[in-house]
């Protein structure tokens, strides 16, 4: 298990320029792991018992030793050679999805008001916080599946300081759109793939976008829950060839809700898996163009399951709707990776920012000017733009962690007897979750590591520990 921590962490050198930083970034994302408080970069250095080196790790996030874009890469290839990834027809299952976070730091940049679309009663309707885009990989784990997260990068009150770089210009889009261009990146390191997105992604830019990415070769398909209230088109009839004027792109249009009434005795009754268990449902497949503009013909397959009725659609309208039903039901893995990168990991409890940003008006309203405009200097700019850097950074290594831990929980966890966890009564799984691991890990790592002193992690822990040798033996014989 350690070696294998080793060498998915030691994979990550030749993306740094300077070796301390690399050694800072073992640092970080092994505290990650282990800490047993979401403290922040404080939690870091009290996990791995590390000398007041609070400054120093601070400016890891700021250096320019490290760029995102590259350590990104290394870990989808990382992911894509070592995990057991789930696949359909030779193609990985990818899936996107945004998270709200709360942030409150009135020079942090990204801040902004946010509406909460949850249908949890606990959760206010409007925030003050932060927008992340999030892909992530499916992974199988015998009667489990785990999303291993992939990237995770702000997505919204940031284009005015990524515009102030042309590097980025393809994050100038809306939510969807930058989402998609995420997934794009991702999938040309897995080749073929298939991604699961929620009713929020079903829009004409996305798919444009889509369609952009695979006119030089398919590579990525979609597969969308539609809104309840989505409209689509039958083909168009043959024309007469004595007809005048231009040939019509669509045909008569269907609102698809209304078919689950109209069209219920053409609906055809199955058993697929959803969430774990076998389940009993009914469906009706058609494919329809969609659109108002880029009328794009869409596999909709209309699910009925107890009470619920839902509209999924396919961009590949060869899928089988079993298929389509059964791929899309794993589409909330990823809401229970949100749930470990915040609670587990606290993959987002950072608090970067910079006197150069201007300070957030709670009061202004949405059609006022992007508070970052009115930074003109390029030192101020660089300021603020390294503080972007720090917060992408920082939940870049929450992401890190928390796949090191779903990967651990597959392949190894399983060799550890369970009266090691922390279970109490009885196992619900086989796989262990994220949280088990890392309460495993924070207990059995230093045990561990002295067996592995030739291994790379071992030497730089034991180098930005507190405590040195000579108190350690007097300690152990005193």
């Not at 990985?92 to 990204?110: A, F, Q």
């Not at 990776?337 to 709670?362: E, G």
Request: aromatic share 10%.
């Amino acid at each position: 298990m350690i070696k294998y921590i080793d060498s998915a962490l030691c994979s990550f050198q030749k993306c740094f320029k300077r070796t301390k930083t690399f050694k800072w970034f073992i640092a970080i994302v092994l505290g990650m792991m282990i800490r047993t408080d979401n403290l922040g970069v404080t939690s870091i250095i009290r996990a791995l018992g590390m000398r007041d080196n609070y400054d120093a790790l601070i400016d890891y996030f700021r250096s320019d030793a490290w760029e995102l874009r590259t350590l990104e890469y290394n870990w989808w290839q990382f992911v894509s050679e070592n995990a057991p990834l789930v696949r359909y027809n030779g193609a990985v299952i990818l899936v996107g999805d945004g998270s709200k976070v709360n942030k409150e730091g009135r020079r942090m940049p990204g801040v902004k008001r946010l509406h909460q679309e949850s249908e949890d009663s606990s959760k206010a309707d409007t925030i003050w916080g932060q927008m992340y885009g999030c892909v992530g990989v499916l992974a199988d784990a015998g009667d489990k599946t785990f999303c291993i997260p992939l990237a995770c990068e702000l997505h919204d009150g940031v284009k005015e300081i990524l515009s102030w770089d042309e590097v980025y210009g393809y994050r100038q889009g809306s939510h969807t759109v930058e989402l998609m261009s995420l997934a794009h990146h991702t999938a040309k390191v897995f080749q073929k793939t298939i991604l699961l997105l929620d009713r929020y992604y079903l829009t004409e830019p996305a798919l444009e976008r889509l369609q952009a990415f695979n006119a030089g070769g398919k590579v990525m398909d979609a597969i969308i829950m539609a809104k309840s209230n989505v409209i689509a088109y039958e083909k168009p009839d043959k024309r007469n060839a004595n007809t005048r004027g231009r040939p019509s792109k669509k045909g008569r249009s269907i609102k698809l809700a209304t078919l689950f009434e109209t069209d219920a005795a053409d609906f055809v009754q199955c058993e697929v898996e959803m969430y774990g268990k076998n389940t009993v449902v009914r469906y009706l497949v058609k494919d329809l163009i969609w659109g108002r503009t880029i009328n794009r013909m869409l596999r909709f397959v209309l699910v009925e399951f107890g009470e619920r009725r839902v509209i999924i659609a396919a961009t590949d309208t060869g899928l089988g709707p079993d298929a389509i039903i059964e791929l899309y039901a794993k589409r909330f893995s990823i809401e229970c990776t949100f749930k470990t990168m915040k609670h587990d990991v606290a993959a987002f409890s950072n608090r970067f920012w910079s006197k150069s940003m201007p300070i957030l008006d709670r009061y202004a309203k949405s059609s006022d000017e992007d508070r970052a405009k009115s930074v003109k200097s390029e030192h101020d700019r660089k300021n603020v733009r390294k503080s972007l850097d720090a917060t992408e950074g920082y939940v870049f290594c929450g992401v890190v962690a928390t796949g090191l831990l779903q990967t651990l929980s597959m392949l190894y966890i399983n060799n550890v007897a369970k009266r090691h966890l922390r279970y109490q009564r009885t196992l619900s799984r086989t796989a262990a979750s994220e949280a088990t691991v890392s309460e495993f890990l924070a207990k059995n790592l230093f045990r561990l590591l002295p067996n592995a002193d030739d291994l790379t992690i071992c030497k730089i822990i034991h180098e930005k520990m507190a405590v040195n040798d000579s108190f350690m033996l007097e300690f152990n014989t005193g």
